[in-house]
């Protein structure tokens, strides 16, 4: 539900504080059994089971977008329900990740919930389908929250095994890991649709046996989850562990509900209100391509076809963020903004454009003359999820780098809201009005973006950037 950039970047500060506090510790790591190959072989595992299930959520929300999974009004607050649900569950997750005691049970217990998801849209109960987004928002959130704790303690444990390797190192290696392997999952999951759908998308349970492959993925992504991942226990400051659990849980509760205040109440800010529109803007989009964008390929080429140009808008986002990331200068981040609010307005006008055009066209087969704008269409939203990926994950980075939680839980909050608007008001608003108010409030956040760049430090922060779960 979330870029892996924002927790890596958690991770790489998180990393760094433990570090500093003296939790290295590169005995302890030693005599845990732990070896730098087996750090890395637990982080691939880890990754591929996230990254599978992951993915296969990400597959369902398209096939729902798109009003092949059901009724499309339901489809379309289902959708909803489960973005506003991720991110109303962020706030408390950390609280409930603490008194689970193990990343390995919260991963396990975030893949049981999203698959849920998969499971309701085999039903035709409406109240189904909706507890299972709610399940889904849930897992979403404790996943999250999860990875990025797994990440800092493997770090901390990597570091360990090699003393001339230091934790924000070592993080940024790990995070490489699991950034290359969500992207390559999302296009893979992506794929399997086309492969299913283009074949046998005539049969009327051909949806119904997709959907029922991307639960077995899901499941399959929770059960390896359990049996091979190992648990990570870095070393902890002698402090922490003088404190009763109780005492601890409950103070964990309490600086969460703090956390939470201040974390809303930094939207009350200059420069937050300045980056808040930007990321709105990318939440609107990544609602209203898997919606409207969606269906205006299913209307004009055939159900088969959304897997393989989601597929595409992915890679194409994963490549040119990871080029993006590292601009530096006024300059370049100037131009990644204003290219990147150009191509999100573009997506937005060509659905403006396509919608009313495909639902006019006569022709029972599919009209091939509309392939070449859509697939414009698709390059578009892939190139603007890119500059907010690679630009603004950098900005925030540096921007918030004395408070990276706080910086990046807003920017979660901001593009989930705006999925979750977009996801459900889109659907009632037709394809012409979803389309010029995406492409207005994209051009809007890249001039707020941009009268916020000369105020920034002109040196960033490199960080390893990939696709969010719309990619």
Known sequence: MESATSHGTKALDAARVESESGARAPDAAASAGWTRRAVRRNML????????????????????????????????????????????????????????????????????????????????SDELQIMGAVASGFGGAMLWIAEGAFLTKLALIDAGCEPQLSPAASASQLSGIFATILPISLTMCKLLASAVLIPYGHRPDAIRYLLGLYALVGMLAALCMHVFVREPLAPKPVASAEVPQGTRRGGVCAQTGRRSLATLERNLSLDMALLAPNNVAFGLATGLVPSHGARIVVQALGAGHVGWLFALSGLLAATTAAALSPLSSWRGRAFATSTGALAFAATGLLCAWLGPEVNNQKAAEPDRSFLAPIVILFLCYGYGVAVWQGTTMSVFAQHFADDPLLGFANLKIHSGLGSAFAFYAFNKLGAVVAGYMSASVALFGGVCFLALLPTLNHSAVPIFTTTRVHG
Do not use: Q
């Open 45 to 124: 595992v880890m990754s591929c089971c996230f990254a599978l299930g992951e993915a296969a959520l990400v597959s369902v929300i398209v096939l729902s977008g798109a009003a092949l999974a059901g009724d499309p009004h339901v489809a379309a607050l289902s959708n909803s329900v489960l973005y506003l649900g991720f991110v109303v569950f962020s706030l408390g997750a950390p609280a409930l990740h603490e008194w689970l005691g193990s990343d390995r049970r919260a991963f396990v217990l975030g893949l049981a919930a999203i698959n849920l998801y998969a499971l309701s849209k085999m039903t035709t």
